[in-house]
């Protein structure tokens, strides 16, 4: 079997970095914040195994692929740009994709808006939630939601702020945020997605003493090299697009997911936590809703916290699509 290969691809004006392994229908891996193609280290030789052409890209902001400088180059419709530029630079005409955390947004809105190329879909860690006619903007509902407390994703909004904060020391920023959202720490010490405004970025997190069983020094390595090289800005940028997505998309109110899908998550996410409505109205929204897993003690990073199990479940979902 083949290895994993790096190249540089041109796509949506950008140029995106790749990883890759293997020949055969083309699976498209989205990862989120703050991780990188690395995140899918698992599922690539998995997939190819399998029988599969697995793509990680680098999305933009992030790794090896391009930064833009302005927070209007991070929108919705330039991140599914990339990606139906990276499907048609790989000479395919069809994909199936995968996204986790931020990764699950963009990947719901490619089979959204191009369900020509994005046949089936999978998605870990965070549930499709259609938005409504009813909504009302997102940065002003987090508000109404965190009350009196802070939200994380309302203190990412100021441009350097955060970025300040979990650059200061990357490498404990790394460590902290892989373990403390993940499913080892006890419920005291897990990550608050809501925290007092006068606590900083990583106040509600804990540092490991040691690190779980499935995260390395090595890999810890790996991503502390990538974001002391690119620092922070450009996936914090993504979070500073929300209300730009919710104004850019109002025709997709009350719009279903009808691709075959397959939702993976961990029991102890919070993000679970966060979203249990839209978990639990999944069927409602994604009518050809495969599979619908929750891992017990497995937490947000779950295809690398699980990556037997996700694999699994993740192959047999390819496997038995028609």
């Not at 030789?45 to 599969?52: D, N």
Request: with cysteine; net charge negative.
């Amino acid at each position: 079997m083949t290895s994993v290969t790096h190249r540089e691809v041109d796509t949506n004006g950008i140029k995106m970095h790749i990883a890759e392994q293997g020949q055969g229908p083309l699976v498209v891996l989205c990862h989120g914040f703050p991780e990188s193609w690395y995140s899918w280290r698992h599922q690539l030789s998995a997939l190819a195994e399998a029988g599969f052409h697995a793509v990680a890209p680098d999305q933009r902001g992030y790794g090896q692929t391009s930064r833009p400088e302005t927070i209007e180059a991070y929108n919705i419709f330039q991140l599914v740009g990339d990606i139906v530029g990276l499907v048609h630079a790989l000479g395919e005409e069809q994909a199936i994709i995968v996204g986790h955390d931020w990764g699950a947004l963009v990947a719901w809105h490619c089979a959204l808006l191009r369900p020509d190329i994005f046949h089936a879909i999978s998605l870990l860690s965070v549930p499709y939630r259609p938005r409504t006619w009813s909504d009302i903007q997102p940065t002003q509902a987090m508000k109404l939601m965190a009350g009196e407390q802070e939200f994380y994703q309302l203190h990412f909004q100021e441009p350097g702020k955060a970025e300040a904060e979990l650059e200061f020391d990357v490498r404990t920023s790394i460590r902290t945020i892989l373990y403390t959202a993940s499913g080892d720490p006890p419920p005291e010490k897990r990550w608050r997605f809501l925290y007092d405004k006068s606590e900083k970025t990583l106040d509600p997190s804990s540092v490991p003493e040691q690190l779980p069983s499935w995260l390395t020094e090595e890999d810890i390595d790996f991503f502390t090299a990538s974001f002391e090289q690119t620092g922070f800005r450009g996936g914090l940028n993504w979070y500073r697009n929300i209300d730009a997505m919710w104004e850019l998309t109002p025709f997709l109110s009350e719009a279903k997911l009808r691709q075959p899908t397959l939702f993976v998550a961990g029991e102890a996410d919070a993000v679970i936590a966060m979203y249990r409505e839209a978990f639990d109205s999944l069927e409602q929204n994604v009518p050809n809703l495969r599979q619908k897993v929750l891992l017990p003690g497995a937490g947000h990073w779950i295809q690398q916290e699980r990556p037997a199990e996700v694999n699994r479940l993740l192959i047999k979902f390819l496997k038995d699509l028609d």
